[in-house]
């Protein structure tokens, strides 16, 4: 069961309308985005993505296990955006983080043993925005020393990288939440939605997902398909698979009833049919 909030005072139900601004733009997409910040060390870097997130609009802040917040430090480099801190939410774990979220966008400039299919940051606002209008969205932001781990990338659906000079890569944490709230903000100004999904689908959230992962791996365990003793990557892989996939609920339905019938087997609890 996933974690209650450690603190939720609500959240913001209006976004700025500054210069750019037009009554064209749907402004209540951003309402649907949650930046979510994972192990944040220096309570300065909360702050500071408070402020870049209000500037281009964006109000959902969720902070993941953080070192210490409240903070003084934080209030302090948020500036005027101090109410995006009031109403952010902290929970112990980023699946209780992007509960929920039909999208999860995982932002890291480090290369992967087993990588994601990647975005650039703009091609990553744009899906933003597309998919914004179906269902929640998370970009999910790491550590400032070690940015996301593997286990929290295998919650994600897409890897996003910020295109940087070859020779000097690094990005301050709330630098790289500004470029992608910016690169969201201007998706937003010309936003038209380039790829229309049937409209049955509805990708399952990741905590039904992550259920099926259990199962699956139970399964392939029980018919001696995968062998505990070297696993290798191959749940990794079927994670990625399933991931890039995103099964909406009667096809996660269907993979539900194959592991099913494939416990069912290797236990010899399966009744041949006819």
């Known amino acids: 069961m996933a974690a209650e909030p450690r603190?939720?005072?609500g959240q913001l139900g209006t976004a700025l309308t500054?210069?750019?601004?037009?009554?064209d733009m749907d402004e209540t997409l951003l309402d649907r985005i949650r930046v979510v910040l994972v192990g944040t060390t220096h309570p300065g870097n909360i702050g500071?993505?408070?402020r870049a997130m209000k500037v281009m609009g964006l109000s959902r802040l969720v902070l993941v296990d953080p070192l210490k917040f409240p903070s003084g430090e934080a209030t302090a480099l948020a500036s005027n955006a101090d109410d995006l801190l009031a109403t952010a939410t902290v929970v112990d774990r980023l699946s209780d983080a992007i509960a929920g979220c039909g999208?999860?966008?995982?932002?890291?400039?480090?290369?992967r043993a087993l990588p994601l299919p990647t975005l650039d940051a703009r091609?990553?606002?744009?899906r933003t925005l597309t998919e914004a209008g179906q269902h929640e969205v998370a970009l999910v932001f790491g550590r400032e020393k070690t940015g996301l781990h593997e286990e929290d990338l295998r919650l994600c659906n897409y890897l996003v990288r910020i295109p940087t000079s070859a020779t000097y890569d690094s990005l301050n944490l709330a630098q790289a939440v500004q470029v992608v709230c910016y690169e969201v903000r201007q998706a937003l100004l010309v936003h038209e939605p380039r790829e229309l999904a049937p409209p049955d689908w509805k990708p399952e959230p990741p905590e039904r997902l992550e259920v099926f992962f259990q199962r699956l791996e139970q399964a392939l365990l029980e018919i001696q398909f995968l062998n505990p003793a070297q696993p290798k990557r191959?749940?990794?892989?079927l994670r990625r698979l399933t991931l890039r996939a995103r099964p909406y609920e009667n096809e996660l339905n269907i993979l539900n009833g194959i592991v099913s019938a494939m416990l069912e087997t290797a236990r010899g609890e399966r009744k041949p049919r006819g």
């Open 18 to 23: 500054g210069p750019g601004y037009t009554a």
């Open 123 to 126: 091609a990553a606002a744009d």
């Open 234 to 237: 191959l749940m990794q892989r």
């Open 7 to 9: 603190h939720l005072a």
């Open 103 to 111: 999208l999860v966008l995982g932002c890291s400039g480090r290369p």
């Open 48 to 50: 500071s993505t408070a």
